[in-house]
């Protein structure tokens, strides 16, 4: 229990205390320690009002458009990350994040594309001898005609189909227990969290084929 009484030599050596501190505000915190007791109580004996709380800082949250537009700005346009936050109004950090995190989602999926790639190359040579057509005058063997490009979806439009189709699947999941109280408040928090980093992976992908797109684009004029 708090001390809420106390005797005049404590209240002379409070006093003194916080009028000898380096730093009045912390005293306060050190005293109630001292004594046991809460800082309430001190700033009574102190004869003061109780220190504003430091107000939290809350992280201002950016649409993902504006964060587009600057990945857009520094990988196609050519900026520096200073230009790019001094135009679009956000701190260089938030604009460093988004670029590297752009980088590395491109880079991953072009990797996951040169394997995807290689293996529907290396899949007709390694196929059975009887799956092979033979042609009626030659008697030859020879390879299925691979699909030409206009006969198939890329693969970049092929994944983001998959993904928003998971994506989708996740929000009918979510809808399907509006109004139903059946998860507490920390489940209904992790819920909104893997709903927020789900949707915020669609988008990261889509930003990252959007990029890939136009850096092919911008290579085609340039040869």
Request: include cysteine.
């Amino acid at each position: 229990m708090a001390k809420t009484d106390f005797t005049p030599e404590q209240i002379s050596e409070i006093q003194a205390a916080y009028r000898d501190a380096a730093n009045p505000k912390k005293q306060i915190s050190i005293l109630a320690d001292l004594y046991a007791t809460t800082k309430e109580e001190i700033c009574k004996v102190l004869e003061i009002e109780m220190p504003a709380p430091k107000p939290k800082k809350v992280p201002r949250s950016y649409d993902q458009s504006v964060k587009d537009s600057v990945v857009k700005a520094v990988i196609l346009d050519g900026m520096t990350y200073q230009q790019a936050a001094e135009r679009f109004g956000v701190p260089y950090g938030n604009v460093n994040a988004w670029v590297n995190k752009a980088r590395k989602k491109q880079a991953e999926f072009s990797r996951f594309a040169e394997e995807v790639e290689a293996e529907q190359t290396a899949a007709p040579a390694a196929a059975p001898e009887n799956k092979v057509k033979k042609t009626a005058n030659s008697g030859s063997s020879k390879k299925p005609p691979a699909p030409s490009p206009a006969e198939r979806k890329p693969l970049y439009e092929r994944v983001l189909r998959e993904v928003n189709d998971g994506v989708d699947g996740f929000d009918t999941f979510l809808s399907g227990f509006i109004g139903i109280d059946i998860f507490n408040e920390s489940e209904e928090d992790m819920l909104d969290n893997l709903s927020e980093r789900i949707h915020g992976f669609r988008d990261g992908l889509k930003t990252g084929i959007e990029l890939m797109k136009e850096e092919a684009k911008s290579n085609a004029r340039d040869s």
